[in-house]
């Protein structure tokens, strides 16, 4: 899959060069320059206690031209402190518009998840330092597949309405394990409402999910030679799992709040439901942003399945449960986060920005405490 993946990528990207060669080529880029420092001892998102200028900070270029009247090609490339700055393909795509409402794109592209999913790497865009982890860290923004897009009017109202449909293969961590994650037959629909100083979203999607995580072969095999139902059942082998989302946002140009909702269920595998939220204000003072942010994230429920261990002998009740509820356990998580910071606009296409966030993990009451400061700019 990884390499059909690469294979179409570099064949849109290929096709994009040759056919904008001789046409009109756009060119725009960002960067997020972001230093952080956590409080002694502590680790929070990748800072540590001594000052780290590269683990939040990116640069991006954005490439677009038209290949004929009515298809555009798209390609973005972005490096990431986090990944050493290697340049890596985020987007890669096509765009045909159908209408002037409708339009339809192939290749690699950005899933309408979140408010912010479109400018999620463009930091210039919000006024958080990041945006808040609770909801956007997830390791499947970008796709490999197509997105049909319609906007329309009625009356007051603005809205948007997007389809997607293409696989995701993504290496991530899960519950500090490194894995790879599929997902394949992803169906997603959007919705995007706005109304005066009002803006509404939702968000539905499906697909198949495959968990490869080398660090839970060793406790599933062991669960399969006690029974191979119940190695099944917390296997996540092309499981179905969905994701959901819904915000809001009034905005009043000198003041602001918005929330935002995500969930995540994979029933028939040990991986928990996921509930995340954040809630968030500000206040425009001339070029001065000052905001509050609170967010919760609780991947912490009751294990699943223990519930048919009784249907098993005695003998083999106490290693089962063990085994079912140790592999679910090693993957929850329950905390919540505030930050306080300020956005200052320096000019029409640069912020500074800082804030300071306290993490409080809701398992164990441990905290952690972080100071970040940020440099955005866009061009």
């Known amino acids: 899959m990884k390499s059909f993946n690469k294979l179409f990528t570099l064949s ?24 952080g420092i956590a409080s002694s001892e502590d680790t929070l998102y990748g800072f540590e206690d001594s000052i780290d200028y590269a683990n939040q900070s990116l640069f991006g270029l954005q490439v677009s031209g038209d290949v004929s009247e009515n298809v555009t090609a798209t390609g973005q490339i972005v490096t990431r402190g986090s990944d050493d700055f290697s340049a890596n393909f985020e987007w890669a795509y096509l765009t045909y518009a159908a209408t002037e409402n409708t339009s339809i794109s192939i290749g690699r592209l950005r899933m309408p998840l979140f408010r912010y999913s ?10 958080w330092v990041v945006a808040p982890a609770s909801v956007y860290d997830v390791p499947f923004n970008n796709i490999d597949g197509i997105r049909v897009d319609y906007t329309g009017y009625s009356g007051d109202w603005e809205y948007g309405l997007q389809f997607v449909t293409g696989n995701v293969n993504n290496e991530f961590t899960l519950g500090g394990q490194p894995g790879e994650l599929t997902i394949n037959n992803v169906a997603l629909v959007s919705a995007d409402l706005a109304y005066e100083n009002w803006k509404f979203r939702g968000v539905y999607a499906a697909g198949k999910v495959t ?25 996540a082998v092309d499981d179905s799992g969905v994701f959901y989302g819904a915000s809001i946002e009034y905005d009043a140009f000198n003041w602001f709040v918005a929330a935002e909702y995500t969930g995540i269920e994979i029933e028939d595998s040990f991986y928990p439901q996921e509930e995340n939220y954040y809630v968030t204000a500000g206040i425009r003072a001339g070029k001065w942003t000052p905001f509050i942010t609170y967010e919760k994230s609780d991947i912490n429920r009751d294990p699943k399945f223990v519930g048919d261990i009784a249907a098993f002998p005695a003998p083999l009740q106490v290693p089962l449960t063990q085994l079912v509820v140790g592999i679910q356990q090693s993957v929850m998580s329950e905390n919540n986060t505030l930050s306080v910071g300020t956005r200052y606009d320096l000019s029409t296409s640069i912020a500074l ?10 398992i164990n009451d441990e905290e952690d405490s972080l100071v ?3 440099v955005n700019y866009v061009f």
């Open 353 to 362: 920005k800082a804030d300071i966030t306290k993490f409080t993990n809701d």
């Open 372 to 374: 970040r400061f940020a």
């Open 211 to 235: 968990f490869d995580i080398p660090a839970l072969d060793a406790p599933l095999g062991q669960l399969g030679q006690i029974s191979s139902d119940f190695e099944s059942k917390l296997q």
């Open 118 to 127: 479109s400018s999620l790497d463009v930091a210039y865009s919000y006024h």
């Open 12 to 35: 849109l990207v290929t096709l994009a060069v040759s056919s904008v060669a001789h046409a009109d080529v756009r060119i725009n880029g960002f960067a997020n320059f972001t230093g």
